[in-house]
Structure formats: C-alpha cells, structure tokens
C-alpha cells in the first residue's frame, strides 16, 4: 500500500520549524461503505420486479424454495405416528417452504418470504 508524503514548510520563512511529515491515504486505501436502506416492499411467494439495493438495477427476482423447521417437524410427527412412508410429502410441499428471493444479476439474498 502506497502512500503519497508531504512536508509542510513554514509560510513566514523567518521561522524556524522543522517540517513534519504526515501521510495521505491512495484511492486503494480508502474504503467505501454500502448503506442499505429498508423498503417497504413486501415480498410474496412469486418473482416480482425490484430494485437491487446491491448492484442497483431493476430486476425480478429468482426465488428458491428452501424447506425451513415447519417441514421437518411435520415429517417428524408422521414417523411418530406411524406414518413413516409419508415423512417425505413435507419436503415436496411447497406450501411447508420458505420463499428466498435473489437478484439474477449479483445473486445477492433480498429477502426470505415465510409461510
């Protein structure tokens, strides 16, 4: 990491300071934050249109579905019941799934839908 010095020398030549040096930081030193502002935006079970807070274009969402506690507590109850053929259903179920949305262009997580 470079960095650029610069010695600052007295404006009144009749003084007598010893320069001091400080460094100044590269454009590559510096870092930048990203502040992500909360929408109102509501999220349902379906793609929909959105501003990508991450890479900033408007895009439609990909969304996965992804199986979450509900689906195993339910598989769980059936094999306790004797229901064990069946423990797999709540995994195929979409309605047992949480919804996560992403944005096609960055794959960045915008938010999880919860049924």
């Known amino acids: 990491m470079g960095s650029v010095a610069y010695i600052l020398r ?48 408007q895009v439609l969402t990909r969304v996965k579905a992804e199986s979450n506690s509900k689906s195993c507590i339910i598989a769980g109850v059936l094999c306790l019941f004797g229901f064990w053929p069946c423990a797999w259903l709540p995994f195929c179920m979409s309605s047992c799934k949480n919804k996560s949305h992403y944005c096609p262009n960055c794959g960045a997580h915008l938010a999880t839908y919860v049924q």
């Not at 320069?19 to 992500?36: A, D, G, L, Q, Y």
């Not at 959105?50 to 274009?57: G, K, N, Q, S, T």
């Open 10 to 57: 007295p404006q009144n030549l009749h003084e007598t300071v010893s320069p001091s040096v400080f460094s100044v930081p590269t454009p590559s030193e510096i870092h930048s934050t990203v502040i992500i502002e909360e929408s109102s935006l509501r999220f349902g079970p379906h793609t929909q249109s959105v501003a990508c807070p991450y890479c900033r274009l």
